[in-house]
């Protein structure tokens, strides 16, 4: 065979463009990866009022009780189940504080009284407690969600990483744990220890962590074969090193995808649990209690059920939506899905 | 180490000795892939070795197993004098991850996506502690960037901000930092676009002249590996079926697979390419059993796997 037909001269080679050009195209510079996410996250206009929900929705939390002038768990015999009254508003005769047409305020002889959201069958101003409530409800799903993050990705990165024995082990287990209706281990654990918001969270938590684990393991299993942890063991990375420079920064998105779609399951879950009775004790209040003694009395006053149902569907709605549009910006591919 | 290191230079031995190389991967009790069976050859200080063969045959599995991401299922790898086939002591492994290092074929996926390409770059002194102050670490990491044909404006960007031929440099970058004794380059031109392969082989070449580094060149295009290697190995369903300098291999070859593969380049003259006679080449019907054959010399510096009735048959039909 003809030596020349193949063999590149420098000359020609050269041809095809010189081996150390100094290439600049500063037209790609400057966006780092968080800056990019935060544009796709507000281009999409159900995130961004999701977003704004969620925030309306945790300031009133944090300071519509503070504002208010009622307590949440004070007692008012005297003045139970008044009707929705909001200055302003009364003046265009909706929410005046009347029910057919007599003032009820009046009636129970507190004229000078505004309970926004009314009252409820023993006189506590609900406005207070529906945002108590929400308080409460957003405190335990953050906390539940937490140590899902907590338990879930620690035992994924254990199972994935090290793989094995372990891993086999540590699958059995999930399925066994996934195997008992995870209602029934809430209502026991609830049963056999003193109700409280530490209990409730470590109910959610005790079956809530073991889907983030999938999640991470599985993000594991994929990047520890990439050629990056390839290339990162041949320069003799230790393993810590491996699962919080590549492993962990990799898993960032999908952690905080899971992270909140699980939030609202958490707060769904709650007041489930308030629900069938397994919620905060009284006086406290959660959306799931609120809504409960609520529905004892919806037909004739709806508004003691229906106010915090809001509130708990705008939020769960929210947490969903966020989910979503934080889906799309972090991990573009799954936006068909 | 280093005084080891110095005096196995001083008495000529070669770089990397690989005797009998064997990675078998256990599917299940009765099924075991065997992706390289009974390799061997030596790369010397300074040497462009070609590994080449068809998708599937073993190449990159060498590289793997040389480097120790996998533990070999049998068979010596000598390293600088040093036994890195076995259990590893620390200063082994020490020598591994330095003076050794990898090129990986697909530029995307061999940089990590969250790290700046300084972070990326570095990653192999920061490990290793091979500077003093932030200063001089970026200092090493502009003088890598500067040398593979990037500019300091890089250092600050992600990895998808670059194109194709540029994340290769990278990548080129990180194994050169190290100042490696070899680099396994293991189809680090196969994912780009054919006007970049040529800039980044030339850079290869170049950077073996200025270091005087080894390269392991693993690949499947023939024409690059004829241009860039001095030594050529081809491996086959895991065996080195034929071995010896880039003109033994090109010029002379004899085993069929060799020619088989040889016979596919396409030419650059369409007279020649019109006529061109492909060679084909199936070892299960052709009755060749690797496991039989044994290392033949043709020559000093040719080797040929084979059994001396397929030998006699074979060189007397090139
Ligand atoms: N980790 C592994 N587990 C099981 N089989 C493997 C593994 N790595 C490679 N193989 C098998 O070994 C053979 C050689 O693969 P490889 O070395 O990647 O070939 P090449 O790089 O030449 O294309 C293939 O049949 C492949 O399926
Ligand atoms: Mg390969």
Redesign the pocket.
């Known amino acids: 065979m003809d030596k020349q037909e193949l063999r590149l001269t420098p000359e020609e080679a050269r041809l095809t463009g010189l081996s150390r050009e100094e290439y600049t195209d500063s037209n790609f510079a400057g966006h780092s990866y968080l800056h990019e996410i935060l544009i796709t996250l507000f281009s999409n206009r159900a995130t961004a009022i999701s977003l704004a929900c969620i925030a309306v929705i945790v300031l009133m939390a944090i300071f519509a009780p503070i504002l208010s002038p009622y307590s949440y768990r004070e007692v008012h015999s005297e003045a139970t189940n008044l009707p929705m009254r909001i200055p302003g508003l009364e003046k265009l005769g909706i929410f005046d504080g009347t029910r057919a047409g007599v003032d009820q305020y009046e009636r129970h002889g507190v004229p000078d009284e505004y309970h926004y959201f009314g009252t409820d069958n023993l006189g506590r101003d609900i406005w207070t407690r529906v945002w108590t409530g929400t308080r409460i409800s957003l405190l335990i799903a953050l906390l539940a969600v937490a140590l899902d993050v907590l338990i879930g990705v620690t035992y994924g990165m254990i199972a994935g990483f090290f793989g094995g024995r372990a891993d086999l082990i540590m699958q059995r287990v999930i399925e066994v744990l996934t195997g008992i209706p995870n209602l029934i281990i809430m209502m026991l654990l609830l049963l056999v220890m003193e109700p409280g918001i530490p209990t409730i969270c470590l109910a959610l938590a005790i079956t809530g962590w073991v889907n983030m684990s999938r999640i991470v393991r599985a993000q594991v299993l994929r990047i520890k074969g990439s050629e990056y942890v390839l290339a990162s063991r041949t320069l003799g990375s230790p393993a810590m090193r491996i699962i919080l420079r590549k492993i962990l920064p990799n898993t960032m998105g999908q952690i905080i995808i899971t992270f909140m779609f699980s939030v609202p399951n958490a707060i769904f879950f709650e007041a489930f649990l308030a629900f069938i009775g397994l919620g905060v004790p009284i006086p406290m209040a959660s959306l799931g209690t609120l809504i409960n003694d609520g529905y004892k009395s919806a037909m004739l006053y709806p508004y003691q059920v229906l106010l915090p149902a809001a509130v708990l569907s705008v939020l769960m709605l929210s947490f969903n939506l966020l989910g979503d549009g934080l889906r799309d910006a972090i991990d573009p591919q799954m936006r068909s899905m | 180490m280093n005084a080891q290191t110095e005096r196995a230079e001083r008495a000529g031995q070669p770089l990397l000795e690989v005797e009998g190389l064997r990675q078998h991967?256990r599917?299940s009790r009765h099924y075991t892939?065997k992706?390289?069976d009974d390799v061997s050859f030596t790369i010397h200080r300074g040497e462009i070795f070609g590994l080449v063969?068809?998708?599937?045959?073993?190449?990159?599995?060498?590289g793997r197993s040389i480097i120790r991401l996998?533990t070999p299922t049998a068979g010596r790898i000598r390293f600088c004098g040093q036994d890195v086939s076995g259990r590893l002591t620390a200063q082994q492994t020490l020598l591994l991850r330095t003076r050794m290092q990898m090129i990986f074929q697909d530029p995307i996926a061999s940089l990590n996506p969250r790290e700046k390409v300084i972070d990326i770059i570095a990653e192999g002194i920061d490990i290793h502690h091979m500077y003093e102050s932030r200063a001089q670490r970026r200092d090493m990491v502009l003088a890598m960037l500067r040398k593979v044909g990037l500019a300091p404006e890089h250092a600050d960007r992600y990895p998808h901000q670059l194109s194709g031929g540029q994340r290769q440099r990278v990548g080129i970058a990180r194994a050169l930092i190290m100042k490696p004794d070899l680099i396994i380059a293991?189809?680090a031109i196969s994912a780009l676009d054919v006007s970049i392969q040529a800039q980044v082989v030339n850079l290869l070449k170049q950077i073996q002249q200025e270091t005087g580094c080894a390269i392991l060149f693993?690949a499947h295009d023939l024409s690059m590996v004829r241009y860039i290697s001095d030594t050529i190995g081809v491996?086959h369903l895991?065996h080195l079926v034929e071995l010896g300098t880039t003109q033994d291999v090109f010029e002379h070859a004899v085993h069929p697979y060799t020619r088989a593969l040889l016979s596919a380049i396409p030419r650059p003259n369409p007279l020649l390419e019109r006529d061109r006679p492909i060679e084909s080449y199936d070892c299960r019907a052709a009755g060749v059993d690797y496991t039989k054959g044994t290392l033949h010399h043709l020559s000093d510096t040719h080797l040929l796997l084979a059994t001396d009735e397929e030998r006699d048959r074979w060189t007397r039909g090139a």
Do not use: C, N, P, R
């Not at chain 2, 068809?54 to 599995?61: A, I, L, P, Q």
């Open positions: 991967f599917m892939v992706a390289v063969g068809e998708s599937g045959s073993g190449k990159s599995t060498t996998y293991d189809e693993i491996l895991g």
